[in-house]
């Protein structure tokens, strides 16, 4: 069960344009903490982190807001502190003004059931969605929004939030969702129905694919930015396969470790999935330091 809204209501909290970055000038203060009243850096929990689609942006969602980094070179864009609270998910749109929020933490007043889509130059809500159950992901193209639940995912147009596709999966508590970034192609791949199976959806071609990648239950998976190939593991973790999505066809199959006579285009893949995905308690611990030292990062 699933609600849509055309927002415009006024801002939940006031934010400046993403591209370039300013401080914010005026807003409600009860909901924009001045920094001299905010709690203690210590104070700050992460909750998330997440790449924009060319890997060229990441977002850390905490408990008290969220913060934008630019990977090359390494600092931070901006960051929003409130008082009331912080958001478990936080997408990018490339390198858009356009957030999808999804709230989370102890203390936050920002629903776990509910996307906000944010529009950061017009400091708005634009729209939103709201269900009966907690949202596990949240993926954006320039024409799509997907949200994640446990057993279900709905694909809306980005242009008038209309309901497009719903999907059924097993249970995906990790909110497991890819989605291609090609203006020329629009591929979803999401967990089947049966352990160890990925579903492939290509919307341009009208045309779904079931792939049996393992025979344990799905750990990560990835799609290449055209979405013509899949990069999959298990919760085994010692093998990563490669797809064709179109026919399904198993391209390669290697160990985990074994990464250095692969295309270009199959490396990225593989060091998304072995790299980012396996280490990524390590970067909460590394970016829970940096929350604690002033986000001063020392190599």
């Not at 934010?15 to 807003?27: N, R």
């Not at 203690?40 to 790449?51: G, K, N």
């Not at 008082?83 to 997408?91: C, H, L, N, Q, Y």
């Amino acid at each position: 069960m699933t609600s849509t809204t055309l927002s415009a209501s006024p801002p939940f909290f006031p934010v400046p344009a993403i591209e370039p970055p300013q401080p914010p000038s005026s807003g409600d203060p009860s909901s924009f903490a001045n920094p001299h009243d905010f709690p203690d850096i210590d104070q700050t929990e992460l909750l998330s982190v997440s790449w924009n689609q060319d890997y060229g942006c990441f977002a850390a969602g905490t408990s008290h807001g969220f913060r934008i980094y630019n990977c090359q070179p390494f600092k931070e864009t901006f960051r929003r502190d409130l008082k009331t609270g912080g958001f478990r998910i936080v997408e990018m749109l490339f390198r858009s003004n356009i957030l999808a929020l999804v709230g989370g933490g102890s203390n936050s007043h920002y629903p776990p059931n509910k996307v906000i889509i944010w529009d950061d130059h017009q400091s708005r809500c634009i729209g939103e969605f709201a269900f009966r159950s907690d949202i596990r992901a949240v993926k954006l193209r320039r024409d799509r929004i997907a949200v994640v639940l446990e057993h279900k995912i709905y694909v809306y147009s980005f242009v008038d939030l209309k309901l497009l596709h719903q999907i059924e999966t097993l249970a995906n508590p990790r909110g497991l969702c890819c989605l291609s970034h090609h203006s020329n192609t629009s591929v979803l791949a999401c967990p089947g129905l049966r352990r160890g199976q990925v579903r492939v959806e290509h919307f341009g071609l009208n045309m779904m694919k079931l792939i049996n990648a393992h025979d344990s239950h799905i750990a990560c998976f990835t799609l290449t930015l055209d979405g013509l190939l899949l990069a999959t593991a298990s919760t085994r973790g010692t093998l990563i396969r490669i797809f064709n999505t179109v026919d399904g066809t198993r391209l390669q199959e290697v160990y985990s470790w074994t990464m250095d006579f692969f295309s270009p285009k199959l490396t990225l893949v593989l060091f998304e999935i072995s790299f980012f995905e396996h280490l990524f308690e390590n970067m909460l611990v590394l970016f829970e330091n940096m929350l604690i030292n002033h986000n001063m990062l020392i190599l």
